[in-house]
């Protein structure tokens, strides 16, 4: 399928400088740090600086990879084709009718980034300039040639189960691709406002094909007045208490992306509420003070080191500095970036999902304990047979 792309700094993925280092994590936590992004409205304060995925509640358990570059691609005019095999990825690119031989091409591979450039008529164009391959590919086994007009570039996969459905990660791509992995399993979005929570899940609604719910709109029509009204009348307690119920009933339903209360107000804040939550994936979509990438590391990692904020039993955190609307659409992108991350970590998190929804979201993820068993107990007289 032919397509073209152009220069954008909307698309994210995980790199490193240090391939070697990189392929010996087991990627059970990875974060993502950008720059500020140019923005066209003086008046915005947006800035998305830092992205994160676990695959264990327990922080001192979990590896770290770290990426302060910003993600980019470029192909110019550049028009592609993309193929998937079963252990490679092929991709070809039109030349045109310049006259050029092997000696003009440059390809330069590595775990993650591809650039491509050819050299004709005293210049040399870039055909793709790109550090967010879909995934990671072994750079040492890259293979190109010229076949008539085209430029076929041949790159061998890391993980050869793992289906591509584009050269690079982009909305289309990430969308296609998580939707398979997540195999059904929700979304949960938390974090200090309701109306990111409820903005960035109608994007991922759209894109996942999945249906959005608000709990901030299910817990009003039960109550019949507004969340502030309520919480001036019976405080933060009694909302929580009904939205735990909605999310109880929720907990059950697969295909759904969850936009819960935000704040204080809401159950995700509180560490006893969250046994519903964990039906799902959950994605922390945290509003920061700090001023660049290595204060927002410290804070997330004083966030869940401490435990304190119920948040932080997010397996996916997105850290934001300011809000604008009109970035919905990238921090839904990164999430899902940071969601492909987490379940390609594990790839038997969305089934662990799917078994611990059947035995009644009893609280104990992600050390599910076997049919039978009071998961409130820890001593192992409470196991089965023991």
Request: glycine share 6%; aromatic share 8%; charged share 25%.
């Amino acid at each position: 399928m032919a397509a073209s792309t152009s220069t954008t700094s909307t698309t994210f993925c995980l790199s490193s400088k240090n391939s070697t280092k990189f392929q010996k994590f087991l990627l059970t936590k990875t974060f993502v740090s950008f720059p500020k992004p140019k923005l066209t409205a003086a008046t915005s304060h947006f800035r998305l600086l830092s992205r994160w995925a676990f695959s264990n509640s327990s922080f001192k358990k979990l590896s770290r990879v770290f990426c302060s570059t910003l993600p980019t691609v470029s192909t110019s005019t550049t028009h592609y084709e993309f193929s998937d095999g079963s252990s490679e990825v092929e991709l070809r690119l039109k030349l045109g009718d310049v006259d050029v031989s092997s000696k003009d091409i440059f390809v330069d591979a590595n775990d993650n980034s591809l650039v491509i450039k050819v050299q004709h008529s005293g210049f040399l164009q870039t055909l793709i300039n790109t550090s967010c391959l879909y995934e990671r590919i072994n750079p040492g086994e890259t293979i190109w040639y010229i076949d008539d007009d085209e430029l076929v570039v041949n790159l061998k996969k890391q993980d050869p189960e793992l289906n591509w459905p584009d050269i690079i990660e982009s909305w289309e791509s990430l969308t296609a691709g998580v939707t398979q992995l997540l195999q059904g399993t929700s979304v949960y979005l938390v974090g200090e406002s309701t109306e990111i929570n409820q903005k960035i899940a109608r994007e991922l609604a759209v894109g996942l094909g999945y249906i959005p719910l608000e709990t901030k709109e299910l817990v009003e029509a039960f109550a019949k007045q507004t969340i502030d009204s309520w919480v001036a009348a019976e405080g933060y307690d009694a909302v929580a208490e009904v939205e735990g119920a909605i999310l109880e009933n929720l907990s059950s339903h697969a295909r759904k992306v969850v936009a819960t209360i935000g704040g204080k107000h809401g159950a995700a804040s509180r560490t006893t509420q969250w046994r519903h939550l964990f039906a799902g994936f959950t994605v922390w979509l945290s509003e920061s003070e700090a001023t660049d990438e290595a204060s927002a590391r410290d804070e997330a990692t004083r966030h869940f080191e401490d435990g304190v904020q119920g948040f932080s039993n997010a397996e996916v955190v997105v850290k934001l500095g300011g809000w604008d609307a009109n970035y919905s659409k990238t921090v839904a992108l990164a999430s899902l970036s940071a969601l492909k991350r987490l379940i390609l970590s594990d790839r038997k998190l969305p089934g662990k999902k799917s078994l611990y929804v059947r035995l009644g979201c009893r609280g104990d993820w992600p050390d599910i304990k076997p049919p039978g068993c009071n998961p409130s107990t820890t001593d192992d007289a409470s196991l089965p047979g023991s």
